[in-house]
């Protein structure tokens, strides 16, 4: 069902002390502000190492989930460094993000891959946050449409209805993710609506307006009124300010 939602990717930030301190931070600054859970859900994703510890702060009665920041495609095994969904499960968490730009870049994630991933993840009761997100070259060769649409095709529309029912998709331009570029409001609504539609021609009209779909990218205190206002974007996918506890909170009060 579409929801409100505003997730924080701490990405590879904060040692395990300094990771506890800004979850507790966070839950004494949503505790003095009444946050209402639900309204919108709250999800931490944290570095792996500080699931569990960050689980032990976590306001539930404030609507906070935790999820991963990546899991790996296989239940369990001989693959030295992983993390199973599974284990991402055991310690509480109830989402994951898969296709992080920084992911398909750096760890050279295809589509392919994702797909194998969104299947572990879902069969170990994630929510996957899966994200999308153009290039700058790509936006100025005005081939932004055609390559979400292809990253969704790919990606994504190979989930039977009831999988993807627990999907949850980020719209990342990569253009703007760490850069203090933000995508206007109208530029993220454009996309969000196109991915809607997309949503609707792959499965139905229903599947379209109960998926819920959040803009990332340079997002922060001062912008997201402005970006939550649109009537296709459902909340943010937070980095930076994630990390500055005052911050988060006044997007997550950005409704
Ligand atoms: P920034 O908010 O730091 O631009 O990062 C966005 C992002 O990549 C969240 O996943």
């Given at each position: 069902m579409r929801q409100k939602l505003v997730a924080g990717?701490?990405?590879?930030?904060?040692?395990y002390p300094e990771g506890l301190a800004l979850a507790h931070e966070i839950a004494i600054l949503a505790g003095a502000a009444q946050l209402t859970p639900d309204q919108p859900r709250v999800v931490l994703c944290p570095p792996f190492i500080h699931l569990f510890g960050v689980a032990q702060h976590l306001p539930k009665a404030a609507g906070f989930y935790l999820g991963g920041q990546n899991c790996h495609q296989?239940?369990?095994?001989?693959?030295?460094g992983e993390v199973s969904a599974t284990m991402l499960r055991s310690v509480g968490c109830e989402y994951v993000i898969l296709g992080h730009s920084e992911r398909r870049q750096y760890?050279?994630?295809?589509d392919d891959l994702l797909a194998q991933k969104l299947k572990a993840a879902l069969a170990a009761g994630l929510k996957p946050i899966f994200c999308v997100g153009e290039t700058l070259e790509t936006r100025e060769a005005d081939e932004t449409f055609e390559f979400i649409g292809r990253q969704l095709s790919d990606g994504?529309?190979?989930?039977s209805n009831e999988e993807f029912d627990q999907v949850v998709i980020a719209y990342e331009p990569i253009w703007a993710i760490g850069t203090g570029r933000t995508a206007t409001s109208a530029q993220a609504q454009e996309v969000h609506a196109f991915i809607r539609e997309r949503i609707a021609r792959a499965y139905d009209a229903e599947a379209a307006q109960d998926t819920t779909i959040l803009y990332g990218g340079s997002a922060n205190a001062q912008n997201a009124r402005e970006l939550f206002s649109?009537?296709?974007?459902?909340g943010g996918l937070i980095?930076?300010?994630?990390?500055?506890p005052a911050d988060f909170i006044t997007i997550i009060q950005s409704f």
């Amino acid at each position: 069902m579409r929801q409100k939602l505003v997730a924080g990717n701490w990405k590879m930030n904060l040692s395990y002390p300094e990771g506890l301190a800004l979850a507790h931070e966070i839950a004494i600054l949503a505790g003095a502000a009444q946050l209402t859970p639900d309204q919108p859900r709250v999800v931490l994703c944290p570095p792996f190492i500080h699931l569990f510890g960050v689980a032990q702060h976590l306001p539930k009665a404030a609507g906070f989930y935790l999820g991963g920041q990546n899991c790996h495609q296989k239940d369990s095994g001989a693959y030295t460094g992983e993390v199973s969904a599974t284990m991402l499960r055991s310690v509480g968490c109830e989402y994951v993000i898969l296709g992080h730009s920084e992911r398909r870049q750096y760890c050279h994630e295809t589509d392919d891959l994702l797909a194998q991933k969104l299947k572990a993840a879902l069969a170990a009761g994630l929510k996957p946050i899966f994200c999308v997100g153009e290039t700058l070259e790509t936006r100025e060769a005005d081939e932004t449409f055609e390559f979400i649409g292809r990253q969704l095709s790919d990606g994504l529309f190979h989930l039977s209805n009831e999988e993807f029912d627990q999907v949850v998709i980020a719209y990342e331009p990569i253009w703007a993710i760490g850069t203090g570029r933000t995508a206007t409001s109208a530029q993220a609504q454009e996309v969000h609506a196109f991915i809607r539609e997309r949503i609707a021609r792959a499965y139905d009209a229903e599947a379209a307006q109960d998926t819920t779909i959040l803009y990332g990218g340079s997002a922060n205190a001062q912008n997201a009124r402005e970006l939550f206002s649109q009537p296709d974007v459902d909340g943010g996918l937070i980095g930076g300010a994630a990390l500055k506890p005052a911050d988060f909170i006044t997007i997550i009060q950005s409704f």
